[in-house]
């Protein structure tokens, strides 16, 4: 099992006369991720909210922030028992068969434009075997030809202009990933979390955005930026793309600090808590049929 220790902070400056924020930062509750303790801390004296969407498991805080200083803190301990599969094993959905609820993952959406890149897909991967295989041999793709760059894309980057300039960060790869995915009829959604295991060098610990692909009969982690450690990811959201899962969505005159985060894994022998580590297996945090 792993153990996460999570804590973030966000802070704001808010003007007059107020604004509404949407946040996205707490662990989704699934049959293989366990939020065992949690504590939230707003330092304005304002009514919030803590709501689940029953489709997506994605848990929202909502609040009306007050002119001043806003400041988020959140911690929890977060418990991940993944389901593991051998990759060889991983065979993709015919369309009919899929879950009503996977369906909307095979079609485009604003930043993933796989009608846009069907030709391009089916030339490149149409000849490569379906199933795991196919998805890895996508990112090595992208790998292959997008450079990541800190501070090179920005909120209305898509996929296609991804594969046009060549560079981007986490957000960008896993546009493109996706809209590839879709493009080959892999329902393929765009998730959330912190980015456990990154280098230093590429900055303070961060959001981080990944992928999860629909193998078999659930959806699989892989991260196309290959910039962490995907045993170490606790799934925030997800959704199409970006624009369905942002940490914060902010509508109002506010100032935005960076945010401040940090995850630790717990390691305890006796316990049966090990380090997340990069792996061979195929590795998913959700309890199958579309969860």
Known sequence: MIRIELQLQLKYEVSAPGADFIFNIHPAYTSCQTVSAERLHINQD??????????????HLRLQAQPG???IRYEATVDLVHHR????????????????????????????QSDRL???????????????????AIIEWIQQRVSFTSNTS????????????????????THLLVALCRALNIPARFTTGTDYGADPVLGPPDFH???????????????PSGTAIPMGFVRFGTG???ADVAFATIFGPVTPWAPWIQTIAQEDAAAGLVLPHH?????????GAGA
């Open 209 to 223: 955005a990944y992928a999860e692909v629909y193998l078999g009969d659930r959806w699989y982690i892989f991260d």
């Open 85 to 112: 599969m051998q990759p060889a094993d991983l065979q993709e959905v015919p369309i009919l068969s899929l879950p009503l609820d996977v369906l909307r993952y095979i079609y485009p959406s604003r930043y993933c």
């Open 279 to 287: 792996c061979d297996l195929a590795l998913s945090t959700d309890g």
């Open 46 to 59: 304002i009514r919030s909210e803590v709501q689940t969407d029953a489709t997506t498991g994605n848990r």
């Open 240 to 242: 199409r793309d970006a």
């Open 154 to 173: 920005t909120s209305s980057t898509s996929a296609v202009d991804t594969l046009i300039e060549r560079t981007g960060v986490c957000r960008d790869f």
């Open 118 to 136: 069907a030709r391009l897909a089916l030339a490149e991967f149409g000849a490569v075997t379906p199933g795991h295989q196919r998805v890895l």
């Open 69 to 71: 200083d806003l400041e």
